[in-house]
């Protein structure tokens, strides 16, 4: 694990091509991340990620971005539909024991999925906090505007995945909420107060700073860093080491995302300076890839024992159990409040 790179990259589709297996062998990435043009069924998945592990020769780290709602990479007919994350904040309106009950449900559920293929990362749960203006790149996403009731839910979340073998990435750190656009097509700017944001957005991170993973939002707060997105910010590092103490692993949202600029060698040099563990490559451009992995330095002793410690937590981990007991349960909860719909988990 040590000689691995500190670089998380996509593939192009469903088998690994021959100028990919050179990557592989030549840089060895500290793992992947799936899509669904990487999707298509069970068996072709798990041949795909079997095949990446033989030839890296470890259980690396494969992830995927599998939060329900519109971002689901596994899909109908072969996986089944899972709610927004919105839907539990609704339902904690109703009742919040139940909602966190109800979301470790959910969460549990969809990471014995993510097992069962050999997947042990999910970028999720969104820790985002719901605001008025809130870009619809988030929207339904995330819980509610309440940062505390988002913290509760979130570590259920959380709970719900490493008890079904598979870490979480608790996202976007220090938060997302305010961001009025959508950092895919430029740099948002949050421009309020700090003990404004201590009070609301950045709350659910301080909560889960005990987390293994947290990926970072491309996004510049002025009273952080006013040159600078939190990705690619030496003060921003500080301050989410420091002030909201989040002591996990930092992983960069994906470095070809508009809001950062700069070549594909600047912007991994940027976020390694700026104390980031991972950075993340997701397009499958064999080129831009090869960048990323030339750039990114190794992961060293001090990471590895980090990640070791964090691979350690669901190691042993058993999903035997019956999942048909969790299915019932859940769909007892929401037909128990007639108004919400559950077209979910079929």
């Given amino acids: 694990m040590e000689a691995s790179k500190k670089a998380i990259i996509g593939l192009q589709g469903l088998e690994l091509k021959n100028d990919e297996i050179d990557i592989l062998k030549k840089y060895s990435p500290l793992g992947y991340i799936l899509f669904s043009r990487n999707i298509h069924d069970k068996d072709q998945v ?22 329900g709602g519109r971002v689901q990479r596994l899909t109908n007919p072969d996986w089944p539909k899972y ?13 919040l024991n139940i909602a966190r009950r109800a979301t470790y449900l959910n969460y549990i559920l969809l990471g014995m999925d993510l097992k069962e293929l050999g997947i042990n990362v999910n970028c999720a749960p969104c820790l985002d906090v719901k605001s008025e203006q809130m870009n619809s790149v988030i929207g339904d996403r995330a819980f509610p505007s309440d940062p505390f ?15 079904s ?7 976007h750190i220090p938060g997302h909420g305010k961001s009025i656009t959508d950092s895919h097509k430029e740099l948002p700017i949050i421009s309020d107060k700090i003990d ?33 997105p939190i990705t690619q910010s030496k003060k921003a590092y500080n301050y989410i080491r420091n002030v909201i103490k989040y002591d996990g692993i930092l992983i960069s949202d994906d470095i070809e995302m508009l809001a950062l600029k700069g070549t594909i060698e600047d912007r991994v040099l940027s976020i390694i300076k700026a104390g980031l563990d991972i950075v993340l490559h997701c397009s499958g451009n ?3 890839a ?5 750039n990114a330095p190794l992961l060293g002793k001090a990471l590895s024992d980090k990640l070791k410690l964090s691979l350690d937590r669901i190691k042993n981990v058993d999903i035997s159990m019956n999942k048909t007991i969790y299915l019932n349960e859940i769909n007892k909860i929401f037909n128990n409040f007639s108004k919400y719909d559950v077209e979910y988990y079929k």
Avoid at 83 to 95: D, E, H, R, T, V
């Fill in 196 to 228: 404004t944001l201590e009070r609301s957005d950045f709350i659910p991170f301080k909560d889960l700073y005990n987390m293994p993973i947290a990926m970072t939002a491309h996004i510049l707060y002025t009273e952080i860093d006013n040159k600078l």
């Fill in 286 to 288: 064999i080129t831009t």
């Fill in 290 to 294: 090869e960048q990323v992995l030339i």
């Fill in 46 to 67: 798990k041949n795909l990620i079997g095949n990446i592990r033989n030839i890296i020769g470890w259980n690396c780290l494969i992830l995927i971005d599998q939060e």
């Fill in 83 to 95: 709610p927004p994350s919105n839907l539990f904040g609704k339902l904690a309106i109703n009742s």
């Fill in 149 to 163: 009731i988002v913290s509760s839910l979130g570590k259920s979340a959380c709970n719900g995945l490493i008890d």
């Fill in 165 to 171: 073998g598979v870490l979480p990435i608790i996202k």
